[in-house]
């Protein structure tokens, strides 16, 4: 096994799993791309990114029983035997193997308020020619908003052959679309602020038509349904934007991880991805502190009692730096201080009499040059994590000060950093991290609404204001996200039938009313649609360019950019 190329998160998952067989890979799912079988003969699989050459012939994996599901390509989706990991990090043509994560799911007032109907009467750009791709939880496709206008439905969730960009799920067409059901509701919601017709509660971009992926939230299915969208509409010869109104923080928030890497690859003219900035700007999930030289320091974070099965910490710090990793519970019993392990396995295990304690400490990121480490506690067999205070203790060996971020991740979204360690910045993780990707926080034009009891309903969140949920920047490099902001909350939009919403968040039998950055890029990418219409070789530099020049925060001159607001609320009145 050469452990130097595998990330600390799939170290550790394989760690476990040779250590404890399958059932260590139960809690793993919840995060990883791992598969269990029903099927007690077949073996439990796993979803990963391979790095390698962009021209590497990997077809031999296939002894193995490795899928590759790309040719061609510097980051590449696979599915494979978690025991071929082995036999996978031994082949010279592969440089890095990374887990696929599983991400989370991030119109009557809002169009006015950014002068969408004023651009659309002055341009009649209605989207005709477009194509807009929604990666999200499905649409409902029998709704009336949408009606003709969906070409197909890539179902990652069926069972089928799959397409082109892998052989999982089933492609759907024409009255086999009905056969895909949204029961989330999220993606219908989001494909009607997008693209949505109706005379009340209308899309942006109401004549595009639409291809739909029903992903399963695996990043690395994410990235195949990217390449199909983009490869379907290069064979009908159109423009096409994709919108991702989802993201976690498993990566290094740099924009460095696989998806946001495949994102950059795949974009160009008449190819945008439009992403969510995230909806964690009032948790405490980032801690952040600078070690000075020589020294020790302390970040606390809280796990709530008898609720969460694992923690996980994801660490990142400059490549110029040092440190040892130590982790203190509730009880104050604690772990050694674990140093960079280079060679060989950089995983350790640690029994302290209130939790099981795992930490990967391994060499330098090969693709941005930096530390990463990941701590990993579990409860005691199989009860919960101990609740209380932790402490993860960090070292300095270095000359020189280093900064170090991280970012809480449990089964459960709920262990918080607390006291000092607590930053409320640097929350945009994957795939909003993306250099290409437009990065949309979200901007609240609606408190009020009235639902379907004819009950008025008031929402505590400031008018006008950027929305008290939306992620803040920078990125952990310092590069500027988001891009701009967009009406998200709170958005009437398209209702699934198959959904199940209280009915204080409905408007009627069709509509529903929901806030996140989530319904905020689905604005813009009805937006950009609009701009592809007019120049269909647009690309994101140009799309950013054309955003950034006719947005503005409230009070501040134009062109000021802020880590919340990005550049500002777009005013399509000039675009």
């Known amino acids: 096994m050469r452990h130097e190329k595998l990330s600390p998160g799939l170290l550790l998952a394989y760690h476990d799993y040779q250590s404890e067989g399958e059932p260590a890979l139960i809690t793993h799912k919840r995060s990883l791309g791992i598969v269990t079988s029903k099927n007690t003969v077949k073996p439990t699989k796993s979803v990963i990114f391979i790095y390698c050459n962009a021209e590497a012939d990997l077809s031999e994996l296939s002894q193995y029983g490795i899928q590759v599901n790309q ?57 005709k020619g477009v194509i807009i791709g929604i990666i999200d939880s ?51 919601h989001v494909a009607g602020i997008a693209a ?57 928030h740099d924009g460095s991880d696989s998806l946001s890497k495949i994102i950059d690859a795949e974009t160009g003219p008449g190819r945008i991805v439009c992403c969510a900035a995230g909806n964690e700007g009032n948790d405490n999930i980032h801690g ?6 020589k020294s020790m320091r302390g970040m606390r974070f809280n796990v709530p009692l008898n609720q969460v099965g694992i923690v996980w910490l994801n660490a990142w710090y400059s490549r110029n730096s040092e440190l040892e990793v130590s982790v203190r519970g509730p009880n104050g019993f604690v772990t050694p201080f674990q140093k960079i392990i280079a060679n060989g396995n950089p995983t350790q295990d640690y029994d302290l009499p209130d939790a099981q304690v795992q930490v990967a400490t391994p060499g330098a990121d090969p693709v941005n040059g930096d530390h990463n480490f990941f701590v990993q506690v579990r409860g005691k067999g199989k009860t919960p994590v101990q609740g209380g205070i932790w402490q993860l203790r960090v070292r300095n060996t270095s000359s020189t000060d280093t900064r170090l971020d991280v970012w809480t991740l449990d089964d459960s979204s709920s262990v918080f950093f607390t006291g000092q360690s607590v930053k409320d910045s640097v929350k945009i993780g994957s795939p909003g991290a993306a250099t290409s990707a437009i990065t949309v926080a979200a901007y609240t034009t609606k408190c009020n609404y009235t639902d379907i009891d004819a009950q008025a309903r008031e929402m505590g969140m400031e008018l006008h204001g950027i929305s008290e949920f939306s992620s803040e920047g920078p990125l952990r490099n310092q590069a500027q996200k988001p891009d701009v902001a967009a009406p998200g909350a709170m958005i009437i939009s398209t209702l699934s ?22 319904m905020a890029t689905p604005f813009v990418t009805g937006i950009i649609t609009l701009l592809l219409q007019r120049d269909p070789k647009l690309d994101p530099a140009a799309v950013k360019d054309l955003l950034r020049k006719n947005s503005s925060i409230p009070g501040k001159a134009a062109g000021t950019f802020d880590n919340k607001w990005g550049y500002g609320v777009i005013n399509a009145l000039n675009l």
């Open 71 to 127: 040719n061609t390509g510097s980051v590449r989706t696979a599915y494979l035997p978690i025991d071929s990991l082995d036999a996978l990090s031994e082949e010279a043509a592969v440089q890095r193997l990374k887990p696929s994560r599983k991400l989370k799911l991030a119109m009557d007032v809002a169009p006015g308020a950014v002068h969408i109907p004023d651009f659309k009467s002055k341009t009649g750009l209605t989207g």
């Open 138 to 188: 499905g649409i409902d496709s029998k709704h009336p908003a949408f009606d003709g206008r969906i070409l197909s439905i890539w179902d990652q969730t069926l069972p089928g052959p799959g397409v082109i960009e892998g052989s999982y799920g089933a492609e759907l067409t024409g009255t086999q679309l009905t056969i895909s059901q949204d029961t989330d509701g999220h993606g219908t």
């Open 196 to 252: 949505g017709a109706d005379t009340t509660y209308g899309g942006v971009a109401p004549d595009a038509e639409l291809i739909i992926i029903k992903t399963d939230l695996q990043d690395a299915h994410i990235a195949d349904g990217i390449r199909y969208i983009f490869r379907v509409a290069s064979e009908l010869g159109r423009p096409a934007i994709v919108n991702l109104s989802l993201g976690g923080h498993a990566d290094g």
């Open 288 to 293: 952040q502190a600078t070690i000075p030289a």
């Open 497 to 518: 039938s198959n959904a199940n919403f209280d009915r204080s968040m409905t408007v009627n039998s069709k509509f529903v009313a929901m806030a996140g950055t989530s």
